[in-house]
């Protein structure tokens, strides 16, 4: 029964697709027979019309030897001229597509249709005057090129009506150069866009008060304002391609203020390839308003440092474990083993990697940091080459409820795969570290910042190369604030923010993961590698601006809520303690911090200390002996709660 089924199914699908071809079949031999009637009405008319110039307007005029040949021509050339144009390809054009190149291929072929009319005249039926075929054959080409372009002209007075329809969403585009122009073209020519271009936006002074397809440029971005309340603008398309990530936020951040929906036209390289068009629009993201330039790497030193290597990431199904892994993956590694105690994300990651990397040699390994056995079988297994540690609890209110599991597994499931790189001869250990770590005010800063001290420690002590890389907030990544905002908006708000003058550092996964990769080529052991991130970002504007950005007001459409500093956070990041200075790199955007001096059989002694304090749970202690430890390390709740008591 189930075979029967699928035959019939089987028959029903060739059916359709027989129809759908017949369908296809019958719409252009439709269009081509009109086309024919057409193409043989023109040439009638403008050789008829020929005769009738020559003889001064005058039919009276025309001899009758030369009407009578006019005559008997006219079959044989109509029918000769048709296949001419046939073998042109003239009727496998799309009409609404009729470009120069159309009138170019129907110059040539009206110029053989005029040269075979003059062999067929010539040879079977006597002289005609000259100007007969050059007249003919000019207004053959006029004709025919007319029939093909009065149906273009059709179209494009009928979308210039439509424009004016105030039914039609309001669009105002911000660049008058090359993208806009081809941008504002396809806007009036689609059929398929329900917009009307209203204005243009140009700083170029010379461009402002002209028109540009038509389209005044009002002024420059001091005029957008103005121009939204004038045009009523629902949509703002900008479409500056070259613009630097300095001046596009700029601009956006005027755009964002309108309430209208912005769009951003994509970069430089896409015009380039003829893929400037409506469906390359796309939303303004966020990273776009943070006005900095994207973190350059060095590509090829990457590809030496990682190829023909065994590579073990762990926590490599987190936000940033992950993007290490595909970056990684993308450099031609030896092997790459990823370490992850969550099994979901493990296996998200992998399924990942084995469709887009099919000749990547991958092991997947479901493990804890915190388990020494478990690490030790791990790494006397694969032997790895480089290690990427990323496996950390990094929710900073959640920290501070729990500070044992903080050193757990920051703390000592960092010494425990620090101490398995030691010992199995690691190449090179690199640290996800945080700008938290710097004068950290959490419970989450200060284990990240004794993981840096460990690794310092193990440096000294080790032929492994021991590096950290310190970075701030990263967008997008699992517990960040971009995607709860998000949610929040969705939901219909409030969007909740903790203090109104509260700054964070910000970048993105790949930059992220690209400083990573560059710092374990720069890193010789125990260096700190910071990232210069520009200037540091209210969380309130950058509430506010997705707010917009979504387009909604905050406080009217959407609510903003300041809830007060969670436990552990503070009003602003440090990237580098003064102890520690700076050193540059040869990228100008990655420092090397200097180690600061530390007693370290002291260190190792706090460690064993509040080892045990943490394994048997007592929490109080955990949070003194971290004070002990990480000298720049501040309570802030218990600094408020002497401050209200004194």
């Known amino acids: 029964m189930s075979k029967d089924n699928d035959n019939k199914d089987k028959r029903e699908e060739k059916n359709n697709t027989q129809g759908i071809k017949s369908l296809y079949n019958r719409s252009w031999w439709s269009i081509a027979l009109t086309l024919f009637i057409c193409d043989a009405l023109s040439i009638l008319i403008a050789y008829g019309s020929a005769l009738w110039i020559r003889f001064d307007f005058r039919i009276s005029h025309v001899p009758s030897e030369y009407y009578y040949i006019w005559l008997k021509s006219l079959g044989i050339h109509i029918v000769l001229s048709l296949c001419v144009y046939n073998i042109s390809g003239l009727y496998k054009s799309l009409w609404k597509y009729v470009s120069i190149a159309e009138m170019q291929r129907t110059l040539f072929a009206s110029g053989i249709s005029a040269l075979l009319h003059i062999i067929t005249v010539q040879l079977l039926y006597g002289e005609m005057p000259a100007s007969y075929y050059l007249i003919g054959w000019l207004l053959e080409f006029i004709f025919i090129t007319g029939v093909r372009y009065s149906y273009r002209g059709a179209r494009k007075i009928r979308n210039i009506m439509e424009q004016k329809s105030d039914k039609l969403e309001h669009v105002m585009v911000i660049g008058a150069g ?92 896409q015009m380039v390839n003829g893929e400037v068009s409506l469906s390359s629009l796309r939303e303004v993201s966020v990273e776009e308003l943070l006005g900095r330039d994207p973190i350059e790497v060095n590509t090829d030193e990457i590809l030496t440092h990682v190829k023909d290597k065994v590579i073990m990431v762990t926590g490599g199904g987190g936000s940033i474990g992950s993007e290490l892994c595909r970056q990684i993956a993308a450099h031609n590694p030896k092997r790459l083993v990823i370490v992850d105690m969550y099994e979901n994300n493990a296996y998200d990651i992998q399924q990942e990697l084995k469709m887009n990397y099919d000749k990547l040699n991958l092991d997947v390994i479901v493990a804890s940091v915190r388990d020494t056995r478990r690490m030790d079988n791990v790494f006397d297994t694969f032997r790895p080459d480089i290690v990427y540690h990323a496996a950390a609890h990094k929710h900073v209110p959640l920290m501070e409820v729990s500070p044992q599991e903080a050193v757990k597994n920051n703390v000592f499931g960092t010494y425990k795969t620090a101490a398995a790189a030691m010992k199995y001869g690691v190449r090179k250990f690199v640290l996800i570290s945080t700008d938290k770590a710097v004068n950290p005010t959490s419970i989450m800063g200060a284990t990240k910042r004794i993981c840096e001290m460990i690794v310092q420690n193990f440096n000294r002590a080790s032929s492994t190369e021991f590096v950290a890389v310190r970075f701030g907030n990263v967008l997008g990544s699992n517990g960040s604030v971009i995607p709860l905002f998000k949610k929040q908006i969705k939901a219909g708000g409030p969007v909740t923010v903790t203090h109104p003058d509260i700054i964070r550092y910000f970048m993105t996964i790949p930059e992220a993961v690209s400083l990573v990769l560059q710092a374990g080529a720069y890193g010789k052991g125990g260096e700190i590698f910071v990232l210069d991130m520009g200037e540091p970002v209210k969380i309130d504007t950058l509430a506010r601006n997705l707010i917009k950005l979504s387009g909604m007001t905050p406080d009217v459409d959407i609510k903003i809520e300041y809830t007060g500093l969670r436990p552990g956070e503070k009003l602003y990041e440090e990237l580098l303690m003064k102890e520690e200075g700076l050193k540059k790199t040869a990228n100008r955007m990655i420092f090397i911090g200097k180690p600061i001096d530390m007693n370290y059989e002291t260190f190792e002694q706090e460690l064993a200390e509040i080892k045990e304090a943490a394994e048997n749970n007592r929490e109080e202690e955990v949070k003194k002996m971290i004070g002990r430890i990480v000298k720049t390390y501040h309570n802030m709740d218990e600094e408020n709660m002497r401050a209200k008591v004194g």
């Open 178 to 269: 090359e993208a806009g122009r081809t941008l504002i073209k396809e806007l009036v020519n689609s059929e398929y866009v329900s917009a009307k271009v209203c204005c243009i936006i140009d700083d170029d002074i010379c461009k402002q008060g002209r028109l540009m397809n038509g389209f005044k440029i009002v002024g420059g971005r001091e005029s957008i304002k103005d121009a939204v309340e004038e045009y009523k603008i629902h949509r703002i398309i900008f479409a500056i391609p070259t613009a630097t990530p300095k001046e596009r936020k700029a601009i956006l951040d005027i755009c964002s203020d309108t309430g209208c929906d912005i769009q951003v036209l994509p970069g430089i390289y």
